[in-house]
């Protein structure tokens, strides 16, 4: 008499691990299928658990977007902040570390950058106040640094953030798309040479 056959299942683990390793699959398939093609069935499988361990976890396929796009922001958001402030307040080096974060953003190997500049669900309102906000952040951030030592005013200081983190996100992700000859340190820093010629023409404040 044969044995009932069994069914392969990952090994239980802690929620926080679990949780984890869902997203870590659901990465995979948002940027092999987008976001409309992902089923939670595929999701599922690429993780080694049930449809119901997946749900119990995440209610829908919208909820595992939302809580990867939320980790990928925070990315985004921490590797600006930190490129502002580990360079000894030398303004010209301020500009090169900020324009390699979003270099650095966009060349990691789980493609993060996709779902937070190409996002295929711009039109959902939970996913555009996340974009508009992590957008805001990273302008803002480089705003201070810019008002502190220029003195220009609020309003202005903001255009000059958010001037810069477009062109370096757009330039990255050109750069990464022409999959070209350009070394990632040196595309960075002919990017940041443009910014710091135009940055740096600004009086800096007391000087």
């Known amino acids: 008499m044969s044995s009932p056959t069994t069914t392969a299942r990952s090994p239980r683990m802690p929620r926080s691990e679990r949780r984890a390793q869902l997203l870590e699959a659901a990465q995979a398939v948002f940027v092999q299928s987008g976001y409309h093609s992902a089923a939670m069935d595929e999701i599922a499988e690429r993780a080694g658990v049930s449809k119901p361990v997946l749900y119990q976890h995440f209610p829908g396929k ?53 779902m937070v500049f190409e996002s295929d669900l711009t039109s959902v309102p939970q996913v555009r106040a996340r974009l508009d906000a992590v957008e805001l952040a990273c302008a803002e951030a480089i705003s201070e640094v810019i008002a502190e030592d220029t003195g220009v005013d609020d309003e202005r200081a903001l255009l000059l953030g958010s001037a810069l983190a477009g062109m370096a996100q757009v330039a990255a992700r050109h750069w990464l798309a022409q999959d070209g000859d350009i070394p990632e340190g040196e595309a960075a820093r002919i990017i940041s040479l443009l910014a710091w010629r135009g940055l740096g023409s600004f009086p800096k404040v007391g000087g």
Do not use: I, M, P, W
Not at 65 to 94: F, I, M, S
């Open 62 to 114: 919208l909820d595992l977007y939302l809580a990867l796009l939320d980790t990928h922001c925070e990315t985004l958001e921490d590797l600006v902040r930190k490129a502002l402030e580990h360079t000894g307040g030398d303004n010209e080096q301020r500009v090169r570390a900020t324009v390699a974060a979003y270099f650095d953003f966009v060349s990691r190997e789980d493609a993060a950058f996709r």
